[in-house]
């Protein structure tokens, strides 16, 4: 469609107050971060320049190095377990089935719970004394298996993991829901009259066609991942040992606990330049594999 000189200046005129607001909250913001990085400062004194001082600091600390280590464990875990539940949760209430809706509806209802409702309420299912979990094993006698699972280090990062997965495969099953709506039922019909099982319609019709959607997913839910910080940081506060820190809490920790304000600018450009670059690598080989 061929945009007129008057309809394109009342286009212009609609997206810009959404484009100010985009740099004043979002782009201004980052490039401030930018110089805050070259800096020391506590937030209160004057400033001082100290160039790749504070990357420096950041490459030679281990605790920075075990959040993005633990940083990786909830981007993995998110990918490989939101995606591929949310998809088969998807395809399954995309038949004609009773109830559905109301499937879909119980589905997205932990993504629209505030997270700090959540964190509480996993934090009791938790409890080490009579959280759910720990009161059903020793119901069924297995005493040995109740665990201290959000106090113990080699638990609490699980445990985090499982109420991360939990909290937004309905975000990704209303996606997914959506995108194969949109699939033509002629083309699953011929499918059918040609004799096509329901495993190889899934597999050669009906995930090549949603692709894209798949791909637009698996990257929100790296950005996603990247910025976990108040499910953590309300469920274990990045404890026991750092053994759930992950770098969003250990950037806030570093800036306003410790008022790095300096420090704390140069682990948000590492952050932003490490999400950057594990979205395009996963662009770049998902999006080969389906051409």
Known sequence: MKLTKKTKGAFIL???????LYI???????LQSFYYSFMDWNGFNEMTFVGLDNFKKLFADSLFWNSVKNNIYVVLVSVLGQVPLALFFALLLNR??????LFRTIGFLPVVLSTVVISLTWSLIFN???GLIN?????????SLAQN???DTKWAMASVLVVVVWQFVGLYLIIFLAALQNIPTEVLEAAKMDGASEWATTWKITIP?????????ITLCIAGSLKTFDLIYVMTHGGPAHSTDVMALYMFNETFSKLQYGYG?????????????????????LGKKMI
């Open 14 to 20: 609609g997206i810009l107050p959404a484009f100010l």
């Open 24 to 30: 004043v909250f979002a782009i201004y913001p980052i």
């Open 96 to 101: 004609k089935m009773k109830g559905a809706k």
């Open 128 to 130: 080490s004394r009579n």
């Open 135 to 143: 009161e059903f094993l020793r119901s069924i006698g297995l005493d």
């Open 149 to 151: 699972w959000l106090g």
């Open 209 to 217: 066609m949603i692709w894209e959607t798949i791909l637009v997913a």
């Open 265 to 285: 600018s140069a682990v948000s450009v590492f952050i932003f330049f490490f999400s950057l670059i594990l979205i395009a690598i996963v662009n770049k080989v």
